[in-house]
């Protein structure tokens, strides 16, 4: 058992206080029509933000899905500078960072979990030291990516941390419809591996067994599956509208056993947290992503941009529409949304 | 120099919105991120935040009328000196939900396609007999909606003769294996709802049965007009409309007792009925708001279009919330007498039996008459004996005698 100190809990805490006023922002970003579709991380700040603050930032790697990188700020400040790029939909967003090791969201469900495999092996193999920890959601855990990679992974002893974060819902589908299992994490049983379950709105529980999968994954000891507990807070999306479908008596439930009220009132009893620091921190955190936000919109961004990452060099049809909308002047309503060769 | 903020694409591939209503007036101070408008989109309802914080020099659109993607939605004198416009599209591409190609639809829908409706609307119109290829529906190109089934659908409710016409009765009644289930979803619902009032709310009922001759005779000859919406009244219809005049006259009735055991009681300003609807989930409560302002046609068309909402489980939150007062029809199902508890946060409860033609004493000859049961459930905290009397005979006195609907209450 490797609890985290009271500075270790409430550097984590600084963080999820910062990712759940930084969240509000965005929502209201959004809602301004300034930033695309996201998925808010409201109810996940714990798990990320403690998986973060138990991983070395200098040789872990992070493969996220997509609620995660509010919460990832102990590996670097670019983390937010990438995100915000994604969210104002600048092609730069999707791009592995030069300096930091978390790699861009994974919207195509469990694609980031065979990556994850893949290069915790290639790490391996090259004797670098370190892990890698790829997130992903119970929905994706019913995909056929989740289980190969999964299988290889026990059979490679490649040293990878699985990080399942079971907030109860995939979209509208509540868990029961996702799975007649009883737990996530006796997937491992099946895979040669071991499996956790824990309670991700538990900061101290989170960090002590990410700390366990990594010191076993480094000793050559392969991956864990860690399944963590949480309550989708907040909507799937920003084009979502959860009061359709979350009773409104377990989200009320839920709401009791919030993560960041929880951390709160832990360290306030220890004298360690008060609402002037909380103030403070959370006002950072807003200069934080509004900065992150006007460096995003001040990045140049060529018109014919959305061309450039498919192929190395353009196929005849790409030419064409490159030119085509191109010659449409800088706002590019002026041509037909159906060229001769679609 | 004003800020231009126009209307948003706030889900993915957007093409209006409505305004339902407005937090600011023109001449108002705002600050960045305060609420300024809360809009209905085919998905949700969402409140738009201001992007900026300044003056409201102009809204561009008025409560309940429509605004295109791009339009403007409001300006804002945020004393910068060059004109700024929020939300020109972006180029954005993240999509963690299902997205569709913004391809705009055709104007109408080639009746050879496959036609355009919700799979919860298809479910319906396969439930009701309803042939969707053959339909242009009312919604967004040609769209085909709940409410257009419902209108094409063989008006197997209106047969008369003495039923009350609404049928609730659901599939699989009373089935389930043996074993130990959660309860989850609208039974766990129910289950705390039912809880909470019983044991919260110390209930009386006050039951009587109304000559329901006039009454039957009042709704064939409705359903008999040409005129949309008519095959739809029914008695639970004309209840609804009796009960909104009632409430108005004894607003306590329409009140609720807040705090427990109980600290104040609450009147609330406008008078919202619920709707006791069994469906194959189980028992759901669509609510009619602003009931009392309806007249008997149009609440037809509410109560049908809220049920059918609930039957084909499309209501929005909003749909379910706010009730004030709720009328339950058990006599759909047969019965003559029951005790409806209350909903928690609502006062009183009113039942309607099945109606049925009884012996009758009249002027000392016993004949047969159509009879409508009826009871009152009340909250005795709120309500005592004379109240729920009073209010249940304000409501019977006009199911007895329908032309009391014409004469202001
Ligand atoms: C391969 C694939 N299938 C379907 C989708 C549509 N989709 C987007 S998010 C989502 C639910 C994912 O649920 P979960 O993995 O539990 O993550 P959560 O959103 O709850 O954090 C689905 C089905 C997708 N993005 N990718
Ligand atoms: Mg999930």
Known sequence: ???????????????????????????????????????????????????????????????????????????GPEVLDQYMLYNIGHPDGSRLPPSVRVAPLQISLATQIPHAVGLAWGMTLRHQPGVTTVFFGDGSSSEGDFHEAVNLAGVLR???????????????????????????????????????????????????????????????????????????????????????YVPAEDLRAARTNDPVHRLVSHLADLGLWDDGAQAE?????????????????????????????????????????????????????????RSTDE | MAFIFRLPDIGEGLEEAEIVEWFVAIGDEVLRDQPLVEVLTDKASSELPSPVAGTVLLLGADEGTRLQVGEVLIEIDD???????????????????KSQPPTPLPEVAPLTARPKAAPATRRLA???????????????GGRITVNDVHAAAPASTSTGG??????????????????????????????????QAWTEIPHIHTMDEVDASLLIDFRD??????????????????????????????????????????????????????????????????????????????MADRISSVVGAARSDDLSAADLSGATFTITNYGSLGGRFATPIIPPGQGAILGLGAVAERPVAIDGEVVARPTLPMVLGADHRLIDGDLAEAFRRAVADDLAEPLHLLIGS
Request: hydrophobic share 45%.
């Open chain 1, 281 to 337: 921190i959370e006002a950072a955190a807003l200069v934080r992503i509004d900065e992150a936000f006007e460096r995003a919109m001040a990045r140049p961004l060529a018109a014919d941009a959305v061309f450039d990452h498919c192929f190395l060099t353009d196929t005849p049809r790409i030419a064409r529409q490159r030119a085509t909308l191109l010659a449409a002047g800088p706002h590019g309503h002026s041509i037909s949304p």
């Open chain 2, 221 to 298: 000859r409705i359903r008999d007009m040409d005129r949309s919406g008519a095959t739809r009244v029914s008695v639970l219809v004309v209840a609804a409309v009796a009960t909104a005049r009632a409430l108005r006259r004894f607003p306590v009735v329409n009140g609720h007792v807040d705090g427990h055991p109980g600290d104040a009681m609450v009147i609330p300003e406008h008078i919202h009925l619920g709707i006791a609807t069994a469906t194959k989930r189980g028992l759901v409560v669509p609510v009619v708001h602003h009931a009392d302002t309806l007249d008997l046609f149009t």
């Open chain 2, 126 to 140: 396969l439930d009701l007999g309803v042939d969707l290829t053959t339909m242009i529906g009312t919604g967004p």
């Open chain 2, 162 to 195: 003495l039923s009350n016409d609404d049928s609730t009765a659901s599939d699989g009644l009373g089935q389930a294996a043996a074993g130990r289930h959660a309860l989850r979803g609208i039974r766990g619902v129910v289950a705390r709802n039912m809880t």
């Open chain 2, 79 to 97: 004393g910068s000196t060059a004109p700024k416009v929020a939300s020109e599209p972006l180029s954005t591409q993240t999509s963690p939900t």
């Open chain 1, 1 to 75: 058992m490797t609890r985290p100190s009271d500075e270790q809990l409430r550097a984590i805490l600084v963080d999820m206080v910062g990712a759940r006023a930084q969240a509000g922002r965005l929502w209201n970003l959004q809602r301004q029509g300034q930033i695309g579709t996201l998925a808010p991380i409201d109810g996940h700040e714990a798990v990320v933000a403690a998986t973060a603050h138990a991983l070395d930032p200098a040789s872990d790697w992070i493969l996220p899905q997509y609620r995660e990188p509010l919460a990832l700020q102990r590996f």
């Open chain 1, 158 to 244: 490649a040293p990878v941390i699985l990080l399942c974060v079971n907030n109860q819902w995939a979209i509208s589908t509540p868990l029961h419809q996702q799975t007649a299992a009883e737990s996530l994490a006796d997937r491992a049983v099946g895979y040669g591996i071991p499996g956790v379950r824990i309670d991700g709105n538990d900061a101290a529980a989170v960090f002590d067994a990410v700390d366990e999968a990594r010191q076993l994954a480094l000793g050559g000891g392969g991956p864990t599956l860690i399944e963590a507990n949480v309550y989708r807070l907040g909507a799937h999306t920003t084009a979502d509208d959860p009061t359709r």
